[in-house]
């Protein structure tokens, strides 16, 4: 028989499934009335009403004010606070800082990038993040207070604990105790992941790789990464090195981008951040000098990236970062030469989301990291917002 203690265990276990299922209803939707939620909950109308009502006791619910001009009492409606707080994704480049400050939903409020290079010093790489996310959160009239967590995402191998372990690109970087360093800046949680990791979780939450459970995700630009997307989510590996292929020096990712950066169709005084546009410009012209250098780069691409798809036999290949507003230049080089070597070919397809990827998984890492933090499907009740 069950004892008195076990039912009031079962019956807040109860309540808090109840109240995540609620949450769960109202996140992202537009405004519901307890009816609407109800019906998507499957819990009893009386049920919903005490739920909603202990979340607007909490804090997590706010009631909607009436739409004037209807006939008759309207009904009550209601919607999840993801204005009560706030969370910034950073992108620490080799040559840009970008950050992006967004709502509990991770809908991006304000953007903003500072340009740094290979050999700007730690501290002053730091800095510019420091001013990056300062910028979003005065264009989006808020103040640090307002953060409850900062995710960051940068080159090179991460460890588990967020400290860099190999950067290639960034002078200075590799042993750097990120999180440390940005628990310095910021007074909210921190957390720190490899850029095409966070990329790629970008694709999946709200890009290109959306409802795919496996994909090889490309971050092409000026330097060249790549992750793996298993079971829908992204693989890390055991010491956080999975999908780092570029580090193998048969694949020649490292310069890959040379070819691309000094063709000599690039009009002299261009900066390397811009040549690689006006290469693929000249190829979709028909410069026979383009066109044999952006074969060149997808050569050393497809190497590889056909390494990944061999391992993976992924449904999809991503195209992301920077170099995925050449799409329509790259891919039908890639598959070319992926159909070459690949028992399965998977399909491909271009990023949507471009350079700003990488901000964009942080965002997604961070609003994680809070669901996990209240809406956690451990035993217990909601947390109330801070």
């Known amino acids: 028989m069950a004892t008195l203690a076990s039912l009031g265990g079962d019956l807040s276990r109860l309540r808090h499934l109840n109240s995540l299922a609620v949450i769960r209803a109202l996140r992202g939707a537009k405004p519901l009335t307890l009816t609407a939620v109800a019906e998507q909950t499957g819990l009893s109308r009386p049920s919903t009403k005490d739920v909603v009502d202990q979340l607007v006791a909490l804090g997590w619910v706010v009631e909607v004010p009436p739409s004037t001009g209807g006939i008759g009492r309207p009904a009550r409606r209601y919607r999840f606070r993801a204005d009560g707080g706030h969370v910034a994704g950073v992108d620490i480049g080799v040559h840009t800082v970008r950050a992006a400050v967004a709502d509990l939903d991770g809908n991006v409020l304000a953007e903003t990038r500072q ?30 207070g307002d953060l409850w967590s900062v995710s960051a995402g940068t080159t090179g191998v991460v460890d588990r604990e967020g400290r860099v372990q190999i950067s290639a690109g960034i002078h200075g970087w590799a042993g750097v105790d990120l999180p440390a360093r940005l628990a310095e800046l910021f007074s909210c949680t921190v957390h720190v992941e490899n850029d095409a990791r966070l990329a790629a979780l970008a694709e999946r939450e709200r890009g290109a790789a959306q409802g795919v459970n496996d994909a090889v995700f490309l971050h092409a630009g000026r330097r060249t990464g790549a992750a793996l997307i298993i079971g829908g989510a992204v693989h890390r590996g055991f010491g956080g090195a999975a999908g780092e292929v570029g580090l193998h020096p048969v694949t020649h990712w490292a310069t890959a981008a040379d070819y691309l950066h000094d063709c000599p169709v690039v009009p002299p005084g261009v900066s390397k951040g811009e040549a690689a546009r006006h290469t693929f410009d000249a190829a979709r012209e028909g410069d026979p000098v383009a066109v044999a250098a952006v074969e060149r780069y997808a050569d050393d691409l497809a190497l590889g990236a056909s390494a990944m798809v061999l391992t993976l036999d992924p449904e999809l290949v991503v195209l992301g970062g920077g170099f995925s507003r050449a799409a329509d230049v790259l891919l039908p080089l890639l598959r070319a030469r992926l159909e ?25 890492r961070a609003v994680a990291h809070l669901d996990q933090e209240f809406f956690g499907t451990g035993p217990g009740s909601i947390a109330p917002p801070r």
Not at 122 to 140: E, H, I, M, Q, Y
Not at 343 to 353: A, V
């Open 115 to 144: 340009t740094v290079a290979p050999e700007t010093p730690t501290a002053d790489r730091l800095a510019a993040t420091s001013r990056a996310v300062a910028g979003c959160l005065a264009a989006a009239g808020l103040g640090q």
């Open 340 to 364: 070459e070597v690949c028992l399965r070919m998977p399909e491909l397809r271009g990023s949507t989301l471009g350079e700003e990827c990488v901000a964009l998984g942080a965002v997604g």
